[in-house]
Each structure stands twice: as structure tokens, then as C-alpha cells.
């Protein structure tokens, strides 16, 4: 082969470049890992040289490699046997499977030996179906692995549910203080019930066996061949680091780190991951920011294009779905949430959450923050400003997590500042009915509004925040095109969908964008890297006949670095 003739072409199809025109190409020409041409089936088809690699699109869909901006992907990896057991939706449809699941796990097990699980949601389970209000408990459980600490952690990660064994372990009784900014669930009597939100989960978690570094590098190479398999080629790592102690779901662990760093040592971490690390726990303290920063090591990566750490991350409030969100306007039955960070008064929390702000930006850190509520977000974007305005930083792209019930005119902020925020379109998919019930049709029916923010000129983000939900982007896609629930399939917010050009940016242009790499990667343009994904059909066409269509494509063909890392026979 001649050094300038590619190594692979893709042709006869249809390239979505998802540059700034969203031009539409018949074929797109790599050599080595780089992308060299673009254009029509006939211009392409001239550069090939005997050993080119030419693959007949046959009308079927090119598009960038998928970037899911927000997936914690050693936490995710480690959600799976023999780590954990499934109690996610649909492996379980009520209290009672997860119990049996539970007996199972615990026959199995040596007495004292941990059970742990991930992704049980009261909204699928036929118990809280059938009596509103119901929330699993430790009683459920008791039965089920009497010997045996148990903990499971809900589909959102910001409850757990335990049993005796393991409250009795991590000496929760009815005289136990919540951590602030959080809850632990106490029946009539004062005794508490199992179920722990948000920082309360700590309480148990942290009693969690830690997973060897070997194991966590075995369970990464796992998760990068299923990311493979569906057309992910980058991910942001949302909070490594020792803040959080050294749990299985947390994703907080220095081991997790240790095991990227030697992975990309070795040539074999066939992603690209951009990491936030985390300074302080949720409910912590400025003086916790403060220290955590001081005390982060340097991270060296072999591959900057495939690990490289670009920010940190702090937690602003809860989620809606546990009413721990801060909002302006009351949940039904009264409360409304607060910040999940050190202080006593409202006043206070504020005051800690503007200067955790200040200290990572002043230290240089992108800044992405965890926050849901309404007035949480404003508090939050405020803090964004205040910090520029004090030690200005032109290009900080700082950006909200969630940001479910952001206000117009946060997003108005946020789009003058050149900050984004990075919404969850498969989340909203799982929980917009039960979200009526907790904030009222009005307010879930705005959750997460996407057109808001594309037409205010924010830079959006779309990802999965798995093990919150799978990171399948297809279903990202569909759901910002349709904003259908997944129980009822009704709409929810309808006038919040967008177009597929701008669900396709989310996962792709927008998202590297987030990673300081819009010059390199996100796009299919010559110059940047040959990270691409083929599908099995006409994505255009399928999107504009019936979007519900979007999720059963599959994809055929994934390209990472200009070397074939998928292929579907």
C-alpha cells in the first residue's frame, strides 16, 4: 500500500458528519487513526489503494464514535456478577423476586459475607404499586439472608435499602444522627426502616469488601467490549478519587483510577475517558474541597487522548424522586429539599456551596456539580459567575449535572458564560410517571427541558449516568425526540423535544466539547481521529418515519483509533 492510500473506507451510505452544517457524505476515508477524507462515493473510491479495507455501506447510517459525557463506568462494571446481583427492572417486578434474588445470592455465601445489588425502582416494584406510599424495608429482607449484611442500592444511587444485619454492622439505630444533607427513614416507633438517602448511604456502603485492582481492571475491559457493541468510543468517568471512600457503586475509589492508569499504561484501554475527580463527599464542606484538592495526586497518563482528568466534581443537592432536591415550590405533601452540603440554616448551605465553588475554580478545575432542583441550580450558576467574575478563567466550561428543573433563566446564564449542562434523556424516560406524582404533572412534564436549552444556546450534553440507566444512546436519542414515558408511553413535556441533528450533537460534537476536544474528536472531518460508528440502517430515514424505530437499530461496525473494535455478524 502506498503512504497515502487509506487503510479503511466506508462508502455508500450515509456519513453524518455532525460538523457544524451537519453535512450529510456518501463516505469517509481513514488511514491509520486518523480520518483523511470526506465527500461523495466517487471521490473516496479514487484514493483507495490495493489494501484498503472498503466496506459497502449498502445506504446504511456513519456516524461519530457515541460519547456518553456523563457514565460511571468502573462503578457501572462492577454493578454485574459476580459483583452484584440485579435487582433492576425488568430482572425483578416486586419486593418478593428481590427477595428470592437475595436468598439465592445468600446461599451462596459464606455467613457474614456481604450481599450487595444495584437498581431497585418502588415504581416497577408490585408492592409499592399496589399500596401508595410504600417503600421497601429491612423486614423484607430479614428473612431472606438472616446471616448476611445486605445492601442494595436503588436505580437513582442515592438510596440504599438494607436489612438488619447490615444496620446492626454499621450501628444505625434509632438514636443514629443522619449525616447532613441527608435521611435515614424511621417508622412510628423511631426504628429506622433501611431505607438510607443520600449521604446516609455511606453509613453502610463504606462497610462495602473493596474489589482488588486486578478485578476492577478485568471488570473495565469488560464494560469498553460492551460499549463496543454499542458504538460508545468515549465516556466522562463523573468522580474518582478517594473522597468518597472506597466503595463498590461509588465509583470513589483511588483503585478505580489505579486500574485506568495501568490499563492505558499498557496500550489497552481502547476508550477515550475524560475523569472528574472528586474532593469531598456529598454533604461535605468547603474546608473538605480544600483539602481534597491539595491532597489529589497527580494522575499520569500514558495517553492523554485516552485518559486524561479535566475537572472535578461536587454535589449541589439530591434527586427529585427522593424529595432531596432544593426547589422553589413545595413537593405535594410539603418540604422542599435542600442542599446536600455543610451547614446548618439554608442561608449557610449556600454560602459552603458558593465557596466549594470558588476554591475548584480558583485552583483551575472545569467544574461539573451534581444538582437537580430549581433553586439549587440558580445557587449553583450564581456561584459559576461570582467565581468568573472574581478570578476570571475565559474558557473554564464549567457545567450543571442533571439540572432537571433548570430555570430560563439559568440557562440564560449559563449560555453567556460558555457553560453547559448535561441532561439525562434515558432517565426521563424511566421516571416521568412517576415524577407526576412527586412534583405534579406541570413540573415533570418540564424536567429536563432540552429545547430550552439548545434554543437559550447552552451547549447540551446527553448521557446515560449509568448504572442509572444503560448507557444505550439510542434510547437517549428517542427519548429527546419523543419524551414518551417507558411505563404509560405517554409524553411528557412534548414542546421539549428537539430534532435528531441536535440529540445527535448531545452525543457527540456537544460532548466533546465538554472534554476540551471539539478540535480532535465529535465529528467525522478530516484531521480528527477515525472514532466511528456504522449502523445497520438509515438512521435519517428511520427518525423521520417512526423515532420509536431508533431503538432496535443496531450497530454493525465500531472504529476506535482507525481500528475495527466491533463488527456485527
Known sequence: MTSSAPTLILTGGQVLTVDADFTIAEAVAVRGQVITAVGTAAEIAALAGPETRVVDLAGRTVLPGINDSHLHGAAYAMTKPPFAIDVSHPAVGSIADIAEAVRKAA?????????????????????????PGRLPN???????APGNPVCLTDFSSHM???????????????????????????????????ILREAAQRL????????????RREAIGSLVRELHARGITSYTEP??????????????SDHNLTAY????????????????????????????????LEGLRPVESADERRLRVIGVKIFGDGVPPNRTAWMSEPYPGGGHGSLCVHGATTALRADELREMIRIAHDAG??????????????????????ANERSPRPDARHYVIHGDFVSPKSLERLAEQGYGINMNPGIKWTISDLMDGIVGERRSAYQWPVRAAVEAGVNVCASSDAPITEPDWRQ??????????????????????????????????????????????????????ADLVVLDRDLVQAAAADPHEITSIEVDLTVFDGEVVHERR
Open 107 to 131: 446461599r451462596g455465601a459464606a455467613p457474614g459475607e456481604w450481599i450487595v445489588g444495584l437498581g431497585w425502582d418502588p415504581g416497577y416494584l408490585a408492592e409499592c404499586l399496589a399500596e
Open 138 to 144: 429491612r423486614w423484607d429482607l430479614d428473612e431472606a
Open 160 to 194: 440504599v435499602w438494607a436489612n438488619s444485619a447490615a444496620l446492626r454492622a454499621a450501628g444505625i439505630d434509632r438514636t443514629t444522627q443522619a449525616p447532613a444533607g441527608a435521611v435515614i427513614d424511621a417508622g412510628e416507633a423511631g426504628e429506622p426502616t433501611g
Open 204 to 215: 453502610v456502603q463504606s462497610l462495602l469488601p473493596s474489589p482488588t485492582v486486578a478485578q
Open 239 to 252: 468522580g474518582l478519587g478517594a473522597a468518597g471512600g472506597d466503595t463498590l457503586f461509588g465509583g470513589l
Open 261 to 292: 492508569v495501568e490499563l492505558v499504561a499498557e496500550g489497552a484501554l481502547r476508550v477515550r475517558v475524560s475523569v472528574l475527580l472528586l474532593p469531598a463527599a456529598m454533604g461535605g464542606s468547603a474546608a473538605d474541597v480544600r483539602e481534597g
Open 365 to 386: 478545575y472545569q467544574l461539573g456539580v451534581h444538582v437537580t432542583g430549581d433553586l439549587a441550580i440558580d445557587a449553583v450558576v450564581d456561584a459559576f459567575v461570582a
Open 476 to 529: 437517549g436519542v428517542a427519548g429527546m425526540l419523543l419524551r414518551e414515558s417507558k411505563a404509560s408511553g405517554r409524553q411528557s413535556g412534548p414542546e421539549q423535544c428537539v430534532g435528531l441533528a441536535d440529540a445527535l450533537r448531545a452525543y457527540t460534537i456537544n460532548a466533546a466539547r465538554q472534554d476540551f476536544a471539539e478540535d480532535w474528536k465529535g465529528s467525522i472531518e478530516p484531521g480528527k481521529v
